[in-house]
Each structure stands twice: as structure tokens, then as C-alpha cells.
């Protein structure tokens, strides 16, 4: 029997090796998959490379007429050379070229996955712009999967969807989290500990994603330097997209010597073993993954109150919403878990029992198998 092709499209090979891997596994039983992306900056995962066609492809995040103009021809190119049945888009730039590529040579089933808005802080000009974008996004695909009930509340109340367009699947992420992966470990603990020169009494405040000023990271270090406790360090992992090192110098020694600044890596699980906290104050987000990730290795969540991230935690249950923005609110929030050992820990067994219950990677895998299942029949 030959299998119906789905050709996946996305910015950047990151949003597949951290999101799409199991999606991956189980999609490649059932389909011929073909995938776009751009690999400048990070390689493809080995495994997914040996289940899928894989074409690179230069989209990148910022607008660049020449190479984008490019990169839509290659686009057409690949989809007219290719033919495939369904064509996934994720990531906005992805989304944008791609569907009206996917239009042009008369794909039937467009599907676009939102997982977040450029636009939400954006005024003036700018917002109207990407926010057009998006909903010519939404003209073009014939399906929209959204990441979370409250994003796609949002998109809503903004008039990007319509009633009744759009589906969250399960409870919703783009792709839960793999239990077997992400787990506490006191081998993984001590071992963490011991490189960053951290005794395993003292505590550990864990940031973890890209580095911008949209993740929240000043507001995060402002917070960090009034916190009185001495036995406490914030720790961050990700990508550095703002010379993040350079802008710590403003801070005394005593604060900066607490700050551990590391770079991307491969295994976030290993860091979330080793932490007591979770913090991430952005200005913007989807349905965070990371803090489904820190639930499943035990740990609570400080986050801010924005949209996308209500559907993470529950507050004063398994985690604390802190006002966006508010570095006084975020410090509190901070201090409030880390100086009660009992309530720590039960936000952070709270928060493990939910993702056990609602975000098993697994089910979300076989809920997008299933959906695309309804699409080609």
C-alpha cells in the first residue's frame, strides 16, 4: 500500500528536535513524511533524519525580502517536485510562505499549528502587520490546530479565528512531554550540582529557553539581585541571542558570582533534575513546554500571567502566577517557594500527578496521528 505523503514545514530544525521527535516516531508508521526546515544553526536529530525525506530549506525569523522571496520559490519547487497529500506548517515565517505556496499549487489539506504570537506586545504599525499575517495564515489553511485553550481564547477575542475553526488537541502542547526523558534524578542532581560548584543545600532557580528580552531574562536577573537569601543561585541555559554575559557586568560581584550563564544544550532534563524552581517571566508565549518539562521532573513554576501561560500551571497549586512584568511581584513569588520546603515540594508533586494525567507525549502523538487520520479520510 502506498502511504500518503505529509510534508511538514517549520523556521528552524530546533521547533522539531524539542517538538516534533515523537510526533515523528509514530506519524512515520502511517505516512511518507517529508520535511522542510532550516538547519543553519543546529543539526537534525540523527533518528528523525533516518524516518523522513528532509530538504534544507533558509526561512529565517526575520523578514528578509531577497532570501524569503527565494526560499517561496524553492518552496513551490519542492511542493510541485514532492506532491504531498497534507502540508503542516509551524512557526510564523514557515506558516506564512509555506501556505500560500501549499495554495498556489493546489494543496488540498493545509494544516497551520499556532504556538504563540509575535505580535501580543507589539503597538502601532507592527502589530497590525504580523497581526495580518496571521490572519492570512488563516484564510489560506484549511485546518488550524492551536497549542492551548487560552491562546486560542486569544486569538478569538482578536479576531484571528473564527468560532468553531480551530482545534486544541487534548488538553492541549504541541507535544507534551516523554515521562521516560524528563523525570527527577538524584544521580543527575549531584552530578549537575557538582559542575556548576553548587553544594546540594543550596537552592537553584533554573531558567531555561532563549535568551531575549521577550523571554523576560532582565526582569528575571532584576529580580534575582533582590532576593535576600545567600544560598541561592539563578541559573540559566539556552541560547544567547542578547550577549547576555556582557549585560550582567552592570550587577555587584556578590550577585553576579550567583549567576551561572550556560549555553544551548541538548539535554535541558539533566538541569531540570538538578534545580528547585522554574522560573519564566515572558512577555509573550504559547502553551510552554518547559514548564510541563520542570512538572514532570518535580518542579514548581514561577510564570507571568499572560495568556499562554494559563493553561501551564495551576495557581498555588502547582506553581505561582506573578504579574507580568512586575519585578517586585516575581521576587516575591520566588522567595514564597523557596523558603517553604513543604510547599515546594507539594506544588511540585501537584504539578507531576497533572502532567502523568493530561500531558503524556505519547497521547498527544496519537492525538495528532488521529487528526491528520480525519483529514485524509
Request: proline residues 3%; aromatic residues 12%.
Given at each position: 500500500m502506498i502511504k500518503k505523503k505529509l510534508l511538514i514545514c517549520t523556521s528552524s530544525s530546533i521547533t522539531i528536535n524539542s517538538f516534533f521527535y515523537n510526533h515523528i516516531k509514530i506519524l512515520s508508521?502511517?505516512?511518507?513524511?517529508?520535511?522542510?526546515?532550516?538547519?543553519?544553526?543546529?543539526?537534525?536529530?540523527?533518528?528523525?533524519?533516518?524516518?523522513?525525506?528532509?530538504?534544507?530549506?533558509?526561512?529565517?525569523?526575520?523578514?528578509?525580502?531577497?532570501?524569503?522571496?527565494?526560499?517561496?520559490?524553492?518552496?513551490?519547487?519542492?511542493?510541485?517536485?514532492?506532491?504531498?497529500?497534507?502540508?503542516?506548517?509551524?512557526?510564523?515565517?514557515?506558516?506564512?510562505?509555506?501556505?500560500?505556496?501549499?495554495?498556489?499549487?493546489?494543496?488540498?489539506?493545509?494544516?497551520?499549528?499556532?504556538?504563540?504570537?509575535?505580535?501580543?506586545?507589539?503597538?502601532?504599525?507592527?502589530?497590525?502587520?504580523?497581526?495580518?499575517?496571521?490572519?492570512?495564515?488563516?484564510?489560506?489553511?484549511?485546518?488550524?490546530l492551536v497549542d492551548g485553550k487560552s491562546q486560542q481564547d486569544f486569538l478569538l477575542k482578536k479576531n484571528i479565528l473564527n468560532s468553531g475553526e480551530s482545534t486544541v488537541l487534548l488538553q492541549g502542547s504541541i507535544c507534551g512531554v516523554d515521562l521516560k526523558k524528563f523525570k527527577a534524578s538524584k544521580k543527575m542532581k549531584i552530578l549537575i550540582r557538582e559542575k556548576?560548584?553548587?553544594?546540594?543545600?543550596?537552592?537553584?532557580?533554573?531558567?531555561?529557553?532563549?535568551?531575549?528580552?521577550?523571554?523576560?531574562?532582565?526582569?528575571?536577573?532584576?529580580?534575582?539581585?533582590?532576593?535576600?537569601?545567600?544560598?541561592?543561585?539563578?541559573?540559566?541555559?539556552?541560547?544567547?541571542?542578547?550577549?547576555?554575559?556582557?549585560?550582567?557586568?552592570?550587577?555587584?560581584?556578590?550577585?553576579?558570582?550567583?549567576?551561572?550563564?550556560?549555553?544551548?544544550n541538548n539535554n535541558p532534563e539533566f538541569y531540570l533534575a538538578a534545580a528547585d524552581i522554574l522560573c519564566l517571566p515572558s512577555y509573550r508565549e504559547g502553551f510552554a513546554t518547559v514548564v510541563l518539562e520542570a512538572a514532570a521532573c518535580k518542579l514548581p513554576a514561577v510564570v507571568s500571567d499572560i495568556y499562554g501561560m494559563k493553561d501551564s500551571i495551576i495557581h498555588k497549586?502547582?506553581?505561582?502566577?506573578?504579574?507580568?512584568?512586575?519585578?517586585?511581584?516575581?521576587?516575591?513569588?520566588?522567595?514564597?517557594?523557596?523558603?517553604?520546603?513543604?510547599?515546594?515540594?507539594?506544588?511540585g508533586l501537584n504539578s507531576y500527578n497533572r502532567i502523568r494525567k493530561y500531558y503524556d507525549s505519547k497521547k498527544i502523538s496519537l492525538a495528532l496521528r488521529n487528526y491528520i487520520h480525519s483529514l485524509i479520510n
Open positions: 508508521k502511517d505516512y511518507k513524511l517529508i520535511l522542510l526546515t532550516n538547519t543553519s544553526k543546529f543539526p537534525l536529530n540523527d533518528e528523525i533524519l533516518k524516518l523522513i525525506d528532509f530538504y534544507e530549506i533558509p526561512i529565517l525569523r526575520k523578514i528578509n525580502f531577497g532570501i524569503d522571496l527565494l526560499t517561496f520559490f524553492k518552496l513551490i519547487f519542492l511542493l510541485l517536485q514532492n506532491k504531498p497529500d497534507i502540508v503542516l506548517t509551524v512557526t510564523p515565517k514557515a506558516g506564512l510562505l509555506a501556505q500560500i505556496a501549499s495554495f498556489l499549487t493546489l494543496r488540498k489539506k493545509r494544516v497551520h499549528f499556532f504556538t504563540g504570537q509575535v505580535w501580543a506586545n507589539y503597538k502601532g504599525f507592527k502589530m497590525i502587520f504580523f497581526k495580518s499575517i496571521d490572519r492570512l495564515i488563516c484564510l489560506l489553511a484549511t485546518n488550524i556548576c560548584g553548587i553544594k546540594e543545600n543550596e537552592k537553584i532557580i533554573l531558567f531555561l529557553g532563549r535568551f531575549n528580552r521577550d523571554k523576560g531574562i532582565y526582569d528575571l536577573l532584576s529580580a534575582f539581585a533582590k532576593i535576600k537569601r545567600n544560598d541561592t543561585y539563578l541559573l540559566m541555559v539556552g541560547f544567547d541571542e542578547d550577549n547576555l554575559s556582557n549585560k550582567i557586568e552592570v550587577f555587584p560581584k556578590k550577585i553576579r558570582k550567583k549567576i551561572i550563564i550556560l549555553g544551548h497549586k502547582t506553581g505561582l502566577f506573578f504579574k507580568t512584568g512586575n519585578i517586585k511581584d516575581l521576587s516575591k513569588s520566588i522567595e514564597e517557594i523557596l523558603s517553604n520546603e513543604p510547599f515546594r515540594k507539594k506544588l
